[in-house]
């Protein structure tokens, strides 16, 4: 089963508008983290945002939120008043448990698209 | 600027030929990784390191090696390069997992 789920290949948003972007998980660990990652076209991975399974809050980083229900075992990402710059590949990402190394799973990703 | 370097930026292999990929960083982290990203595709984990002379598996480790001789450096080799391997590799680096990964700006191989 995949670990980390991104049903949207790809997304338009009109500029200024809030769009968000689908991330569901699978794990049976109660302790987990949630990541989003943005790829522009130049290619560099950027972190946006963290969300720990024990968190009481959603995540908020500028503009971008984590829209976290653990019972639905969903991450998603809110980018709220989009920007051009946002025009971007989306990547969820989970690290599970305590284990060494703190190996980060990726989804397949979203590709953003915003309209001007 | 602090942070990850990678290279080389780009390269093209012939089927067979062997290369080492570069990767250093001076933030001293102690967690280290090589993954690959083909097109159209999440990321997945080649190797990983922990710390200087200690390295695992990931999900994706045939055809690569890598060692852990200093803090800063974690090379990947490529042995017998294969055009499945044609692929963008990144090399991230990690203190603490909260903050996530530190990237490096890849590195685009093309096996012919």
């Known amino acids: 089963a995949q670990k980390i789920t991104q049903t949207q290949p790809g997304m338009f948003v009109q500029e200024k508008e809030a769009v968000t972007l689908d991330c569901t998980y699978d794990?049976?660990?109660?302790?987990?983290?949630l990541f989003w990652y943005k790829q522009p076209s130049s290619g560099e991975m950027i972190f946006l945002i963290y969300q720990g399974s024990y968190d009481q809050q959603n995540a908020t980083e500028g503009r971008y939120s984590l829209n976290f229900q653990k019972a639905r075992k969903s991450a998603n990402l809110v980018i709220s008043a989009s920007q051009l710059g946002d025009s971007a590949m989306y990547f969820c990402a989970m690290r599970e448990g305590k284990s060494s190394g703190d190996k980060l799973t990726f989804g397949t990703g979203t590709r953003l698209a915003v309209r001007p | 600027n602090a942070g990850v370097t990678q290279t080389p930026k780009f390269r093209i292999l012939k089927i067979g030929q062997s290369m080492t990929l570069q990767c250093a960083q001076d933030m001293n982290h102690n967690y280290m990784y090589w993954y690959r990203q083909d097109p159209g595709m999440g990321l997945k984990l080649i190797y990983y390191?922990?710390?200087?002379?200690?390295?695992d598996k990931g999900e994706v480790p045939n055809g690569y090696n890598v060692s852990r001789s200093t803090t800063e450096d974690f090379p990947l080799r490529l042995e017998l390069a294969a055009p499945s391997q044609t692929s963008v590799y990144f090399c991230?680096?990690?203190?603490?997992?909260?903050?996530?990964?530190?990237f490096g700006s890849g590195t685009r191989l093309t096996v012919v």
């Open positions: 390191s922990v710390g200087a002379g200690i390295t």
């Open positions: 991230a680096s990690s203190y603490a997992i909260l903050y996530g990964y530190t």
């Open positions: 794990t049976s660990d109660p302790s987990y983290g």
